[in-house]
C-alpha cells in the first residue's frame, strides 16, 4: 500500500475490507496464554 496523509492508492474494495476487519477480533490463543504469565516488571 503506498499512502500519504491525504491520499490512499490502494482500490477502495481492498481498502473497504481491511478497514471492516479492524472491527472483528481475531481468536488468539497464544496471546491469551502470554497475559496469563507473570509479568517480569513491575509498576
Do not use: F, H
Not at 490512499?8 to 491469551?32: F, G, I, K, R
Request: proline share 7%.
Amino acid at each position: 500500500m503506498i499512502a500519504r496523509s491525504d491520499v490512499n492508492l490502494m482500490a477502495p474494495e481492498v481498502s473497504d475490507v481491511m478497514m471492516a476487519s479492524l472491527d472483528m477480533p481475531d481468536e488468539s490463543t497464544e496471546l491469551a496464554a502470554l497475559s496469563k504469565l507473570p509479568r517480569l516488571m513491575g509498576r
